[in-house]
T-cell receptor, first 113, second 112 residues
Framework: NAGVTQTPKFRVLKTGQSMTLLCAQD?????MYWYRQDPGMGLRLIHY???????AKGEVPDGYNVSRLKKQNFLLGLESAAPSQTSVYFC????????????FGPGTRLTVT | DQQVKQNSPSLSVQEGRISILNCDYT??????FLWYKKYPAEGPTFLIS?????DKNEDGRFTVFLNKSAKHLSLHIVPSQPGDSAVYFC???????????FGTGTKLQVIP
């Protein structure tokens, strides 16, 4: 049982390039989330999904898109990367709307130059 | 506007002593609070939580206290162990799984 995994672990992009971060969970959780963590800012919610085929905006969605084509996968896309998107990205999942505990992946460190 | 605040970026405690990590919040609609622990190069892991209908919750060496009137919660670790050295995030929600608000974290160092 791997829990929540994220691919890749590290990435360096040039401004304007695009990329996709992959999150996979094997716990059959309905709810999945993408956060970014910046120094002095805590974790901020980018987008989330309440089930296969659904997505919704979080606190800081601009510049990102997401897709949840399969229940176990949640993809985060950057269409045109900017230096302001340099951050550590965490994916998380949870079981039910009234269960607030979230399970996090190990993170992806993204640098945009 | 930081609705969940952890005003101490770091804390050092001797092994065996009590560690007290503090968290303040401004949104009176928050009704559930969580603490997460994060080691370097890993994702946060859930530690302990408390509902607003309680003022204390214990789990082994970890106890969370909630003071609703002061909008303040604290995490007590007794006794502290070197393996407790990590960043601790306080989080709060007002009843929606998608609306968990995290604090900025406190880095705890337990000195052997």
């Amino acid at each position: 049982n791997a829990g929540v995994t994220q691919t890749p672990k590290f990435r360096v992009l040039k401004t304007g390039q695009s990329m996709t971060l992959l999150c996979a969970q094997d716990m059959n959780h309905e709810y999945m989330y993408w956060y970014r963590q910046d120094p002095g800012m805590g974790l901020r919610l980018i987008h989330y999904s309440v089930g296969e085929g659904t997505t919704a905006k979080g606190e800081v969605p601009d510049g990102y898109n997401v897709s949840r084509l399969k229940k176990q996968n949640f993809l985060l896309g950057l269409e045109s990367a900017a230096p302001s998107q340099t951050s550590v990205y965490f994916c998380a999942s949870s079981d039910a709307p009234d269960v607030y505990e979230q399970y996090f992946g190990p993170g992806t460190r993204l640098t945009v130059t | 506007d930081q609705q969940v605040k952890q005003n101490s970026p770091s804390l050092s405690v001797q092994e065996g002593r009590i560690s007290i990590l503090n968290c303040d919040y401004t949104n009176s609609m928050f009704d559930y609070f969580l603490w997460y622990k994060k080691y370097p190069a890993e994702g946060p892991t859930f530690l302990i939580s408390i509902s607003s209908i309680k003022d204390k919750n214990e789990d082994g060496r970890f106890t969370v206290f909630l003071n609703k009137s002061a909008k303040h919660l604290s995490l007590h670790i007794v006794p502290s162990q070197p393996g407790d050295s990590a960043v601790y995030f306080c989080a709060a929600t007002s009843g929606g799984y998608q609306k968990v608000t995290f604090g900025t974290g406190t880095k705890l160092q337990v000195i052997p």
